[in-house]
T-cell receptor
């Protein structure tokens, strides 16, 4: 069964629009970590955020913000005032339990920002 | 610029060739990873080295052979590959070894491998 679901495959937005990427996860562990990574066309995955299961505080970093809701098992990511440089594939990932650091990735969201 | 360096960036090899992918990091990280990523798919974990010891092998075929000569270097030796092995191979590192908290991974730019 898929542990991380990112439903929207490709999302196109016009520059300066906001875009929200949905991530729904599934786990039976009480301790887990959620991540978002960005993969630009150059190939490397860039770490954006890590959130543990005990910290439901939302976070804002510049134009990026994250909304973690344990009640709905969601960890959504919003890009505000999108820019062309935001065009990339964004992966949500889950790491469960203690210390094996295995990441279960979602299928990714291809974000295309149109100038 | 990424702090995890992978070479080569591109590699084309025949099914009878032997080649190696290299990965280097100088951040003092104690865990290093190999991932395979097919087009339009998420990365799939292949191997994990923790404190220079192979800790995870995700049932990868023996035609892929990892090696960790020291804490900064990670190699992936390739032999008798198949065309379906064509993919982006990503190396990653994390500050602490397995058994520690779930630290973020630092990825390299990857090697784009084509098997003909």
């Amino acid at each position: 069964a898929q542990k991380v679901t990112q439903a929207q495959t490709e999302i196109s937005v016009v520059e300066k629009e906001d875009v929200t990427l949905d991530c729904v996860y599934e786990t039976r562990d009480t301790t887990y970590y959620l991540f978002w990574y960005k993969q630009p066309p150059s190939g490397e995955l860039v770490f954006l955020i890590r959130r543990n299961s005990f910290d439901e505080q939302n976070e804002i970093s510049g134009r990026y913000s994250w909304n973690f809701q344990k009640s709905t098992s969601s960890f959504n990511f919003t890009i505000t005032a999108s820019q062309v440089v935001d065009s990339a594939v964004y992966f949500c990932a889950l790491s469960e339990g203690y210390g094996n650091n295995r990441l279960a990735f979602g299928k990714g969201n291809q974000v295309v920002v149109i100038p | 610029d990424t702090e995890v360096t992978q070479t080569p960036k591109h590699l084309v090899m025949g099914m009878t060739n032997k080649k190696s992918l290299k990965c280097e990091q100088h951040m003092g990280h104690r865990a290093m990873y190999w991932y395979k990523q097919k087009a339009k798919k998420p990365p799939e974990l292949m191997f994990v080295y923790s404190y220079e010891k192979l800790s995870i092998n995700e049932s990868v075929p023996s035609r892929f052979s990892p090696e960790c000569p020291n804490s900064s270097l990670l190699n992936l030796h390739l032999h008798a590959l198949q065309p379906e092995d064509s993919a982006l191979y990503l190396c990653a590192s994390s500050p602490k070894g397995l058994g520690a908290y779930h630290s973020p991974l630092h990825f390299g730019n990857g090697t784009r491998l084509t098997v003909t």
